[in-house]
């Protein structure tokens, strides 16, 4: 799963999750050069088309059979490359991030219409497990028309540098939230400025130089390197944003492109929480609902299972349980990480609910092994760099800033809009002791890219429909696609969104405004 947050927490991120894997059925070192190309970088502007273009010279990416082992879930063979990308592409000192970049060729070399850019979500998580596991993520069809390619976004991943701060996570984010009082409020201070702290010591060379804008002309970089005028692009959850910053800032090479799970990048950082909160909330009472209806269920607790949760939050809040060895105690904290990680999908339900019942008895491994999957944590109990690279790029892309007292201040409205899950949600530092941060956002509008396609869900937690119907309505020619289902984004869940998105993707038709996928 991959993950977007418009605000950061300290004890339970809660992000978005790009779509799961959705399987679909299969049909039977490099270098880098310079060419005389070149890219064009166009700063957005609200009230115009665009504005003077920056010439660049464009990098030539030298391809090659990617290693042993990268290729193991895909049924053609791969290949990779790396771009270098300036750091700043504004004031450019020499310094760069190397891109990791994978590539899937089409299938079909006589169809193949171009390359097709894809971003699985984040921000903070690499972009190739798209054409790493294309089987799994798109049709067919796509797979056998385009090149798709998928690079980590800088600062994550195999791209350099990337970001890293700190190697356990359970020291930070397996501590009790909400805190009961000054003391408890304190230490969660201190443990968060512990965590920026090492950031800074680690990376703090490129924590200014890793927002979503800077992404986004890395995108045009990889477009100009790979040859083609314009270019098609799909993005899942966070991968909409990152999409729909670029389509602003450079709409005269968008060839097509769809966002799926899409927010609306426009929003204040406090209205996306509260639009996200407000999600989660509405799928645990989804989750609770479905529950006090099937006598089956693993905590129908007399058909009152919301009364067993609440006790289970009060009780935990007196005395946490035992994790297992050597590993964190299941907190509140660590409990609604592991409640929020089951809120992404319906399929996650059956999970959450073994987990609760053993939770009842004593036994707290299955949430921690929940808190687990949410945090990514591997099987030999290491991590990758994908949570530090979401706290970095999400920190330094919040241009409103936030103080400790801003973020206490705000309690009472987040505990207002969502009673379960308020005020976990609302106690987080991260952003308020962050170091830097970009001057302002690109703000969306999609002026002059011709029609995007925007897809949401009825029951998305973590990007609920409203939001993205005002993703869609932000840009210019903002389509939408909506799909029925409790979950996540929507593509490859039945064949009308997979036909509406592919006809447009191919043929560039346009699905009609608000169509419904039942």
Same mark, same amino acid.
């Given at each position: 799963?991959?993950?977007?947050?418009?605000?950061?927490?300290?004890?339970?991120?809660?992000?978005?999750?790009?779509?799961?894997?959705?399987?679909?059925?299969?049909?039977?070192?490099?270098?880098?050069?310079?060419?005389?190309?070149?890219?064009?970088?166009?700063?957005?502007?609200?009230?115009?088309?665009?504005?003077?273009?920056?010439?660049?010279?464009?990098?030539?990416?030298?391809?090659?059979?990617?290693?042993?082992?990268?290729?193991?879930?895909?049924?053609?063979?791969?290949?990779?490359?790396?771009?270098?990308?300036?750091?700043?592409?504004?004031?450019?000192?020499?310094?760069?991030?190397?891109?990791?970049?994978?590539?899937?060729?089409?299938?079909?070399?006589?169809?193949?219409?171009?390359?097709?850019?894809?971003?699985?979500?984040?921000?903070?998580?690499?972009?190739?497990?798209?054409?790493?596991?294309?089987?799994?993520?798109?049709?067919?069809?796509?797979?056998?028309?385009?090149?798709?390619?998928?690079?980590?976004?800088?600062?994550?991943?195999?791209?350099?540098?990337?970001?890293?701060?700190?190697?356990?996570?359970?020291?930070?984010?397996?501590?009790?939230?909400?805190?009961?009082?000054?003391?408890?409020?304190?230490?969660?201070?201190?443990?968060?400025?512990?965590?920026?702290?090492?950031?800074?010591?680690?990376?703090?060379?490129?924590?200014?130089?890793?927002?979503?804008?800077?992404?986004?002309?890395?995108?045009?970089?990889?477009?100009?390197?790979?040859?083609?005028?314009?270019?098609?692009?799909?993005?899942?959850?966070?991968?909409?944003?990152?999409?729909?910053?670029?389509?602003?800032?450079?709409?005269?090479?968008?060839?097509?492109?769809?966002?799926?799970?899409?927010?609306?990048?426009?929003?204040?950082?406090?209205?996306?929480?509260?639009?996200?909160?407000?999600?989660?909330?509405?799928?645990?009472?989804?989750?609770?609902?479905?529950?006090?209806? !099937?006598?089956?269920?693993?905590?129908?607790?007399? %058909? *009152?299972? #919301?009364?067993?949760?609440?006790?289970?939050? +009060?009780?935990? =809040?007196?005395?946490?349980?035992?994790?297992?060895?050597?590993?964190?105690?299941?907190?509140?904290?660590?409990?609604?990480?592991?409640?929020?990680?089951?809120?992404?999908?319906?399929?996650?339900?059956?999970?959450?609910?073994?987990?609760?019942?053993?939770?009842?008895?004593?036994?707290?491994?299955?949430?921690?092994?929940?808190?687990?999957?949410?945090?990514?944590?591997?099987?030999?109990?290491?991590?990758?760099?994908?949570?530090?690279?979401?706290?970095?790029?999400?920190?330094?892309?919040?241009?409103?800033?936030?103080?400790?007292?801003?973020?206490?201040?705000?309690?009472?409205?987040?505990?207002?809009?969502?009673?379960?899950?308020?005020?976990?949600?609302?106690?987080?530092?991260?952003?308020?002791?962050?170091?830097? !941060?970009?001057?302002?956002?690109?703000?969306?509008? %999609? *002026?002059? #890219?011709?029609?995007?396609?925007?897809?949401? +869900?009825?029951? =998305?937690?973590?990007?609920?429909?409203?939001?993205?119907?005002?993703?869609?309505?932000?840009?210019?020619?903002?389509?939408?696609?909506?799909?029925?289902?409790?979950?996540?984004?929507?593509?490859?869940?039945?064949?009308?969104?997979?036909?509406?998105?592919?006809?447009?993707?191919?043929?560039?038709?346009?699905?009609?405004?608000?169509?419904?996928?039942?």
């Amino acid at each position: 799963m991959r993950r977007l947050g418009p605000f950061v927490v300290a004890s339970t991120l809660l992000i978005a999750a790009c779509g799961e894997r959705m399987i679909f059925e299969a049909s039977t070192d490099p270098t880098i050069a310079n060419s005389a190309d070149t890219a064009t970088t166009t700063p957005a502007s609200d009230d115009s088309d665009s504005s003077v273009a920056v010439k660049r010279p464009a990098g030539t990416i030298i391809w090659a059979e990617c290693p042993e082992g990268v290729a193991s879930f895909s049924a053609t063979p791969l290949e990779c490359g790396t771009l270098a990308v300036p750091y700043d592409y504004d004031n450019d000192d020499g310094r760069v991030f190397t891109l990791h970049i994978v590539r899937r060729p089409a299938d079909d070399a006589v169809a193949r219409i171009g390359s097709m850019l894809v971003n699985p979500g984040g921000p903070g998580f690499g972009g190739t497990t798209i054409p790493e596991n294309a089987e799994w993520y798109v049709s067919e069809t796509l797979r056998s028309q385009f090149d798709i390619v998928g690079w980590d976004p800088r600062g994550t991943g195999l791209s350099t540098p990337a970001v890293d701060c700190i190697d356990d996570y359970d020291p930070y984010f397996g501590i009790d939230s909400p805190p009961n009082d000054a003391a408890a409020k304190a230490e969660m201070v201190r443990v968060t400025q512990e965590f920026v702290d090492l950031c800074v010591e680690r990376s703090g060379d490129i924590l200014p130089y890793i927002s979503t804008e800077a992404s986004a002309r890395d995108m045009d970089a990889i477009r100009a390197a790979l040859g083609e005028d314009t270019i098609t692009y799909f993005g899942f959850s966070y991968g909409s944003e990152l999409g729909a910053t670029w389509v602003t800032l450079f709409p005269d090479t968008v060839r097509a492109a769809v966002f799926d799970g899409a927010s609306d990048p426009n929003a204040s950082g406090f209205d996306q929480a509260v639009a996200q909160l407000k999600g989660f909330e509405q799928q645990l009472n989804a989750f609770l609902a479905d529950c006090a209806k !099937r006598p089956t269920c693993k905590i129908y607790n007399g %058909g *009152k299972p #919301a009364a067993l949760f609440d006790k289970l939050v +009060t009780d935990l =809040d007196v005395k946490p349980l035992a994790g297992p060895p050597g590993r964190t105690a299941v907190t509140q904290g660590v409990f609604y990480t592991a409640v929020v990680q089951a809120m992404y999908s319906n399929t996650l339900w059956p999970q959450l609910e073994t987990a609760l019942a053993e939770a009842v008895i004593g036994n707290g491994e299955f949430l921690v092994s929940l808190y687990d999957d949410y945090y990514q944590r591997k099987f030999d109990g290491t991590y990758g760099n994908e949570l530090e690279a979401f706290l970095a790029i999400s920190c330094v892309d919040d241009p409103e800033g936030s103080t400790i007292a801003d973020v206490d201040a705000d309690i009472p409205k987040f505990v207002a809009a969502a009673p379960r899950l308020g005020a976990n949600f609302g106690y987080g530092y991260t952003c308020a002791l962050w170091p830097t !941060r970009v001057a302002e956002r690109v703000a969306v509008n %999609g *002026k002059g #890219a011709g029609p995007i396609v925007v897809i949401g +869900t009825t029951g =998305d937690a973590a990007t609920p429909l409203e939001s993205t119907r005002k993703a869609a309505k932000n840009l210019e020619q903002g389509i939408l696609v909506i799909v029925e289902a409790d979950r996540h984004t929507g593509y490859g869940l039945n064949s009308c969104v997979v036909q509406q998105v592919d006809n447009y993707l191919v043929d560039l038709k346009v699905p009609e405004n608000e169509t419904y996928c039942k």
